[in-house]
């Protein structure tokens, strides 16, 4: 079973991070959608990271349903089985990739040449990942962990989505947000993440 995307994708960082915290028996296959070697849109036709690639030929894609499909085939627990749990964990996840969806889009946009750029479409992209994050903050409840006594999906979107934000636009997301910060600390804290690391990218201490 092979795991293809980038170092530098978030959504793939979110499986990547899921393989080594259950030392899934997956291997990496470095592969970049936007270089024209890609191999991503024979198993992908939407053309995006990331893509599991089964044994028997067989493509998985899209982080949320690649996450969902080990999950299931390695019980990896890692969404709490319980109803309130379980939803809790899928509603952050949701919210976690609309923060990335929102800052993907918006560095895309400011890499295309300036007169071209929308100066609107950046800010809105913006108040999308300022509100959430507002909203985020004032749902913290001060615990290790988002959802029940225990690491869950809902900690690796969330700890992805505020990193790449590090990543790629060094915002000063934690002013005014020191329960969030306080919890991404120690989250992003685990071997998992700091094994999974852009190259090169250096995190905020
Ligand atoms: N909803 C998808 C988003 C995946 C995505 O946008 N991946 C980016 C890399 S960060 C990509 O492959 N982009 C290539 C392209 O847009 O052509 C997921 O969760 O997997």
């Not at 092979?2 to 915290?21: A, H, Q, W």
């Not at 030929?57 to 080990?70: C, F, H, K, P, R």
């Not at 994050?133 to 999906?153: C, H, K, N």
């Amino acid at each position: 079973m092979k795991l293809y995307g980038s170092l530098t994708s978030p959504y793939v960082r979110k499986v990547r991070v899921l393989i080594k915290e259950k030392t899934l028996p997956v291997e990496l296959v470095v592969d970049d959608p936007w270089l024209e070697t890609t191999r991503i849109p024979a198993m992908n036709p939407l053309g995006k990271v990331p893509a599991l690639l089964l044994d028997d030929g067989e493509a998985i894609y899209d982080s949320t349903l690649v996450i969902a499909w080990l999950d299931f085939r390695f019980q990896c627990g890692i969404v709490p089985a319980e109803q309130k749990g379980y939803w809790d964990c899928m509603k952050w996840h949701t919210l976690a990739n609309g923060i990335l969806d929102a800052a993907v889009a918006r560095v895309l946009e400011s890499r295309r040449p300036a007169e071209k750029q929308m100066p609107e479409r950046m800010a809105r992209e913006q108040a999308r990942i300022e509100r959430a994050l507002d909203q985020i903050e004032s749902r913290m409840t001060g615990g290790a962990y988002l959802v029940g006594p225990g690491f869950t999906l809902a900690d690796i979107a969330l700890g992805v989505a505020l990193q790449y934000l590090d990543f790629r636009d060094p915002d000063p997301w934690r002013d005014r947000r020191a329960r969030l910060a306080r919890w991404h600390a120690g989250i992003v804290a685990r071997s998992s993440f700091a094994e999974t690391l852009p190259p090169g990218f250096v995190p905020p201490s």
